[in-house]
């Protein structure tokens, strides 16, 4: 037996044909415009100490804890800090799905990490479609999901604001969720675009926390903070729901420095900085949305309130050719359930999205 047969077998059976997330920096490299991963496109400069990293740091840090719960507007005993909101998903699969029994529940198209995290868990997704026509929840077919008698769903996964659409679940629907799973599954609302919304604190999940006690609220500094290199996460819960996360999350969690970085971003003079560099990417999205429709080969495009806009086109592989042909980087999400042809564009700074648009206006698919 050669070396690879070999590892191969030894491989857990439901990963030797394994295929991973191709994140924005797996799947594409180069350019000089990076609008495919819904980074911010203000960076900032920030002061560490180095002193101490000789040393290990906190598993959790309790001033960064009690910031994001000032900022989010929930108790510290509430939050739980890690490694961006990719390990928020796979710790709480992790901590509440059995492998190979258990499932999730998704409403594709979604974040694809949810069902990712799943599958190295050895646990199923359940795949509940969003109704295309408004791309707004099933509800009837989540709830035949979580009735039937052949299922174990433990976790669903609600993406609001939606990526990769963009859009905004309906509230209504949301709690008619998290009466369903009641007594049955958590609800894990993904706010990752929270603070792109008009009115943040009147959207979040968050101030439910008290109220229903299976619902869990998943946010990060990488979107609207512009602090995507970092890798810093919070996952906000009740207090039964943090203690039975806490022992199953890795002993340091987070280095050092991200913290340093973490908590001076959460001060009132940055969180300032923030909301203006925020308002001004909502002002370049709102001017795109309006350009964007008037070339003649954008078939559809959802109406947006994150940081990126969701363009169905003539020909999606064509598109993507071009800009990046120009150093321009967008991201395909043909491959998505329900999303042919369709293209994500990240909104950039202003100078990215003149560059973006001229561009975009040299651009005519083959006939």
């Known amino acids: 037996m050669n070396q690879l047969s070999w590892i191969q077998s030894m491989l857990r059976p439901h990963l030797r044909s394994f295929t991973p997330y191709a994140s924005a920096r797996r799947s594409m490299s180069g350019g000089s415009i990076w609008l495919n991963a819904n980074e911010s496109p203000f960076g900032r400069a920030y002061q560490v100490a180095t002193d101490d990293l000789n040393r290990y740091p906190d598993f959790q840090n309790q001033a960064l804890n009690k910031a994001y719960a000032d900022y989010a507007g929930v108790n510290p005993e509430q939050v739980v800090s890690h490694r961006g909101s990719d390990e928020s998903i796979e710790l709480l699969i992790r901590t509440f799905c059995e492998p190979g029994r258990d499932q999730i529940l998704i409403c594709p198209p979604t974040y694809g990490m949810y069902a990712i995290s799943a599958a190295i868990n050895h646990n199923e997704t359940i795949t509940v479609p969003l109704q295309k026509e408004n791309w707004q929840l099933d509800l009837k077919g989540i709830e035949a999901a979580l009735n039937d008698s052949a299922n174990s769903v433990k976790v669903v996964f609600l993406c609001n604001p939606s990526n990769p659409l963009g859009n905004q679940l309906r509230q209504q629907d949301m709690e008619a969720v998290i009466a369903m799973c009641a007594g049955k599954a ?12 008009d009115q943040p604190a009147s959207t979040t999940m968050a101030r439910y926390l008290d109220q229903y006690e299976n619902v869990v609220v998943m946010r990060t500094l990488s979107k609207a903070f512009g602090l995507a290199g970092i890798r810093v996460g919070f996952t906000l819960a009740n ?3 943090v203690d039975a996360l806490l022992p199953v999350l890795a002993p340091y969690p987070l280095p050092d420095v991200s913290v340093q970085i973490a908590r001076q971003a959460l001060r009132l003079d940055e969180r300032l900085v923030t909301r203006q560099n925020t308002i001004e ?21 959802v109406p947006s309130v994150t940081n990126f806009i969701l363009i169905q086109v003539e020909n999606a592989a064509a598109l993507m050719q071009h800009c990046q042909a120009e150093g321009i980087l967008l991201r395909n999400q043909s491959a998505q359930l329900g999303l042919s042809e369709c293209v994500r564009i990240t909104v950039g700074s202003p100078e990215e999205n003149e560059r973006l648009l001229e561009v975009l206006a040299n651009y005519a698919p083959a006939a």
């Open 239 to 241: 207090k039964s729901i």
């Open 281 to 301: 990417i909502v002002a370049e999205r709102e001017a795109l949305l309006t350009v964007l429709p008037t070339f003649s080969w954008v078939r559809t495009m």
């Open 186 to 197: 958590l609800v894990v609302v993904d706010e990752a675009y929270i603070e792109f919304v």
